[in-house]
C-alpha cells in the first residue's frame, strides 16, 4: 500500500477524548507523527491535529451516526 497518508478520530473517544487521542499518537512517532497539542485540545469539531511536519496528517471527524442510521432505516422502509 505504500504507506499511511492519514489517520482520523471519530465516534465517541476519537471526538472527544484529547487525552486517548495523544496517548496512541504518543505510540505512532516512530512513525513520524507529530501532535500539535493545542489543536488537539478540540472536541468534537473537523479539524487537523498534526503538525504541519508531521509526516503523516492526523484528524478528528465528527460523526453522525444517529443520522446514518435513520437513512439506512429510510432506505429499508423504502425498498
Known amino acids: ?8 478520530f471519530t ?13 496512541i499518537c504518543e505510540l505512532l512517532k516512530c512513525f513520524g507523527v507529530e501532535l500539535d497539542v493545542e489543536a488537539n485540545s478540540t472536541k468534537a469539531k473537523e ?3 498534526s ?5 503523516i496528517a492526523v ?3 465528527p460523526t453522525n451516526e444517529e443520522l446514518v442510521i435513520a437513512r439506512d432505516t429510510m432506505e429499508l ?3
Not at 472527544?16 to 496517548?23: E, F, G, I, Q, Y
Request: proline share 3%.
Open 51 to 55: 503538525t504541519n511536519n508531521s509526516k
Open 77 to 79: 422502509i423504502n425498498n
Open 1 to 8: 500500500m505504500g504507506g499511511i497518508d492519514v489517520i482520523v
Open 11 to 23: 465516534a465517541g473517544i476519537g471526538e472527544r477524548d484529547p487525552n486517548t487521542r495523544a496517548k
Open 59 to 61: 484528524y478528528v471527524v
Open 47 to 49: 479539524v487537523k491535529i
